[in-house]
């Protein structure tokens, strides 16, 4: 199984600030990478795909990068909005390789 | 509008089976993989399982390998998790999901399973 690993496990940002967050395959997943916003009491909503395109209706404000096994999600003005968890997921290899998600970065007010 | 909604969600002692139910509209359901997601309380995203469009392939995590079943019905639109031998670790908001190559760009609201004496 790949494990991903995402850090900061909590980021403090002021709103209108640049918000960079990490995450780490144990192996190279490729470009096989997506990005989650998810809210309280919500279900996830995609935002980034294949490691770097924008899922449809997501602000330019969201940027994805990376490939191999180092990944960015880049948020350039937070809104407030914008504050709520983030969870990085590989999809190398499916199927049938396991799909796996990382721990998941809060995005807090500073 | 594109959605999905999932049913069955409940109360249910250790040892017990459930079936829960995702119903796809919007959508040309039949063409897409689906899979489930689950999330303990305050806890992260896991992948539990998959299938295929024509749901001849399914997959599991190995957490539920031998106790649950992933099934669709294309003429009715909806995806089911057959879950049997539950346990307490199984309690989890269960989301529905649209593959999109292996993304989820498509989540239901989720059903809540507790499992619990």
């Known amino acids: 199984e790949i494990v991903m690993t995402q850090s900061p496990a909590t980021l403090s940002v002021s709103p209108g600030e640049r918000a960079t967050l990490s995450c780490r395959a144990s192996?190279?997943?490729?470009?096989?990478l997506a990005w989650y916003q998810q809210k309280p009491g919500q279900a996830p909503r995609l935002l980034i795909y294949?490691?770097?395109t924008r899922a449809t209706g997501i602000p330019a404000r969201f940027s994805g990068s990376g490939s191999g096994t180092e990944f960015t999600l880049t948020i350039s003005s937070l809104q407030s909005e914008d504050f709520a968890v983030y969870y990085c997921?590989?999809?190398?290899?499916?199927?049938?390789?396991?799909?796996?998600f990382g721990g998941g970065t809060k995005v807090e007010i500073k | 509008e594109v959605q999905l909604v999932e049913s069955g969600g409940n109360l249910i002692q250790p040892g017990g089976s459930l079936r829960l139910s995702c119903a796809a509209s919007g959508f040309t359901f039949s063409i897409y993989g689906m899979s489930w997601v689950r999330q303990a309380p305050g806890k992260g995203l896991e992948w539990v399982s998959g299938?295929?469009?024509?749901?001849?392939?399914?997959f599991y995590a190995d957490s539920v390998k031998g106790r649950f079943t992933i099934s669709r019905d294309n003429s009715k639109n909806t995806l089911y998790l057959q879950m049997s031998r539950l346990r307490a670790e199984d309690t989890a908001v269960y989301y529905c999901?649209?593959?999109?190559?292996?993304?989820?760009?498509?989540w239901g609201q989720g059903t809540m399973v507790t499992v619990s004496s």
């Open positions: 997921q590989q999809y190398n290899n499916w199927p049938p390789t396991p799909l796996t």
């Open positions: 999901a649209k593959d999109l190559y292996g993304a989820f760009d498509v």
């Open positions: 294949g490691a770097s």
């Open positions: 192996q190279s997943v490729s470009s096989n």
């Open positions: 299938l295929s469009s024509s749901g001849a392939g399914t």
